[in-house]
């Protein structure tokens, strides 16, 4: 007996990768599927949650992701399986007390895996109800910036940028120096009012000179407002941090140029071709203009 299930087993196992690999997904889908449900093995499921998922009879596969939490009740994978799954069928209510319980069941992860909350429900098109559900979700944390910090994302991409700004605002109170939440702050801030952004990241920098990405932030709002010496001021600090960084060299040897320091322009564009900055000709072109302006028609 037991070796008739053995035998009949791996005939199905095996009948249903050889139908996968002939792309015949039917037969794969029910040799697995039947399998899955007759031995209850963890693996199986696996697997065949696999082929249904990858056939796209997503309901299929969630009905057998729900068995295999039965039979595995402590497998952080089923549950993450089914998890994934619920996103997919578009099953926010039935999402929250999912994720829940694997945001409680790893406190090691809690930070990371409240980072990751918006990047797990982007595929959903109704923002406002992804924003309900992260509230739901990270309410319970609010001792931890980033909880926070998924709060303001997900209010955010449902176009409530007040409320984006008060959690923001709350990360930063509980972490003044985390520089995410400055920088989402900044972009928050620049769509109503650039001057706010700008003193806000002007502050943040000055606090932590080494926060290279706010400042870089900060030399390039300054140049939307064509505050020009003020922003050449922050890429002279950043080209001393990142010689080689084209997205640095690139806005200095325009400001240079604006400000009719030509040498210093020409240096920094010639420096951009040793680079791997995407548009070398529109460096050509800056540099036979110069040869152009300085009298040298054959150079340019």
């Known amino acids: 007996e037991s070796e008739d ?10 009948l249903g990768e050889f139908a996968l690999r002939r792309g015949d997904l039917d037969l794969a889908v029910s040799a697995w599927g039947d399998l899955a449900i007759r031995s209850r093995d963890p693996n199986a499921l696996a697997r065949a949650i696999e082929v249904l998922t ?17 039979v595995e009740p402590d497998s952080v994978r089923a549950r993450q399986t089914r998890s ?3 996103m997919q069928t578009n099953r926010l209510d039935e999402l929250a007390p ?37 509230d ?21 991409n449902a176009g409530d940028d007040v409320r984006a700004l008060i959690e923001v605002e709350k990360s930063l109170l509980l972490r003044p120096d985390w520089e995410p939440a400055a920088l989402l702050r900044a972009q928050l801030q620049t769509r109503q009012n650039v001057a706010s952004a700008i003193d806000g990241l002007k502050d943040f ?13 900060l030399a390039r709002l300054l140049i939307t407002e064509k505050r020009y010496t003020e922003s050449r001021v922050h890429f002279d600090v950043l080209i001393k941090d ?37 548009d070398k000709s529109a460096i050509h072109f800056f540099l036979g203009q110069l040869d152009e302006e300085q009298g040298k028609p054959a150079a340019a």
């Open 5 to 14: 299930i053995l035998g009949r087993t791996v005939y199905q196992a095996l």
């Open 54 to 70: 990858f056939a796209r009879k997503l309901d299929a596969a969630l009905e057998l992701a729900e068995l295999w939490v039965q």
């Open 84 to 86: 994934a799954l619920m």
């Open 98 to 134: 999912q994720i829940s319980a694997l945001l409680a069941q790893d406190v090691a992860a809690l930070p990371a895996n409240l980072m990751h909350l918006n990047r797990l429900l982007v595929r959903h098109a109704d923002k406002k109800a992804v924003q309900n559900l992260v």
């Open 136 to 156: 739901r979700l990270a309410s319970p944390y609010d001792s931890l910036p980033e909880a926070h910090f998924a709060m303001a994302q997900a209010a955010s």
């Open 205 to 217: 920098v000055s606090r932590l000179p080494a926060a290279r990405d706010a400042r870089l932030a």
């Open 242 to 278: 990142v010689p080689n960084n084209p997205d640095v060299i690139y806005p200095l040897a325009m400001l240079a140029l604006q400000q009719g320091d030509a040498v210093a322009g020409r240096q920094y564009l010639e420096k951009l071709l040793n680079t791997d900055f995407a």
